[in-house]
């Protein structure tokens, strides 16, 4: 989830966008691909094997642009379109902080997935994004979950149309944020546990060192060394790389980084949810794969509203 915020959603249009969410997701089935292009889940995770090997940050990029793609306008590869008047939402100063690596995996585990006859330009960069995320979480030590396929491609992306999540989000303004893509405070919890894995531009959270009592002061110290030898640091500073509950037991501790993710301990009715996490690392699991699910399914498109993009940069 990232990191800036500068309006909220019409609530008319919030609204409307969830009655219809449920009739494009129908289409959505874990088979959808068994006869079009049956060896793509093979050909997505050993690509993505390949770009983790590559890249550290691969695998936690992949996951953060699938968040980034689905919050906005829905789980359409909108994120991915570059156009050539530069309006289009990777561009949006919101998005700013994606990093290439994950864009990179996604084109590669394309390029791999056209490679065979059978599936060429038959799977959307929507489907290869959304596999991509898994594969992320999964070949990092985390749940391997069925994932449903079946999306079509957006043909729009706009820098307007990008709203998200910011670092000083209350409780409250999460929950208004997620309870928008018609996900609960359990789902908003569980997705954020994705924080195991990656890392945060430092711009992102100097203000809370020394400011913010609800971070541990060795913890305060400790980033403020990062600090000034970097421009990062790992949301899970103990096990980067690996997808496991210590981003709850950190904020048990007062060691989350980012504002919005200490919150959900220092407010009282969301650190339950933080507990059971830190202590029952399956319960989370299954959560977040519930999670992801729920999320796949925000605002998929149609053949009616959406196309199969031959190149995940550009409508075609």
């Not at 829905?74 to 919101?94: F, K, Q, T």
């Not at 990062?226 to 997808?243: I, N």
């Amino acid at each position: 989830m990232t990191h800036m915020m500068r309006s909220s959603f019409p609530a008319a249009a919030v609204v409307v966008a969830v009655l219809l969410w449920p009739l494009a997701a129908a289409q959505l089935s874990t088979g959808y691909y068994a006869s079009i292009c049956p060896n793509l889940e093979a050909i997505v995770q050993s690509s993505v094997k390949q770009s983790m090997a590559q890249s550290q940050i691969a695998g936690p990029a992949a996951l953060r642009l699938f968040f980034h793609d689905c919050a906005v306008k829905g789980c359409d590869a909108s994120i991915m379109i570059v156009n050539s008047n530069g309006d289009d939402e990777w561009r949006n100063p919101d998005n700013q902080s994606l990093k290439p690596p994950g864009f990179q995996t996604i084109l590669d585990a394309k390029a791999a997935v056209d490679n065979d006859p059978q599936c060429r330009y038959n799977v959307s960069c929507a489907d290869i994004l959304a596999l991509a995320a898994r594969e992320a979480v999964s070949q990092s030590g985390g749940p391997y979950y069925q994932v449903e396929l079946g999306r079509y491609d957006g043909r729009i992306s706009t820098k307007s149309s990008v709203v998200l999540p910011h670092v000083d989000f209350n409780l409250d303004q999460l929950n208004s944020f997620f309870s928008g893509l018609g996900l609960s405070q359990t789902d908003m919890i569980a997705l954020s546990g994705g924080h195991t894995l990656g890392a945060a531009d430092c711009t992102f959270f100097q203000n809370r060192i020394g400011t913010d009592p609800s971070m541990d002061s060795g913890f305060a110290a400790q980033l403020r060394n990062t600090c000034a030898g970097q421009t990062f640091a790992f949301l899970d500073g103990a096990t980067p790389g690996g997808f496991d509950n210590l981003y709850f037991k950190n904020l048990q501790g007062g060691k989350g980084l980012l504002g919005s993710d200490q919150v959900l301990y220092t407010d009282l009715r969301s650190r339950g949810t933080v507990d059971y996490y830190a202590s029952n690392p399956g319960t989370f699991f299954y959560d977040f794969t519930n999670a992801m699910t729920k999320l796949g399914r925000v605002g998929v498109k149609t053949a009616a509203n959406g196309e199969i993009r031959r190149d995940c940069r550009t409508p075609n």
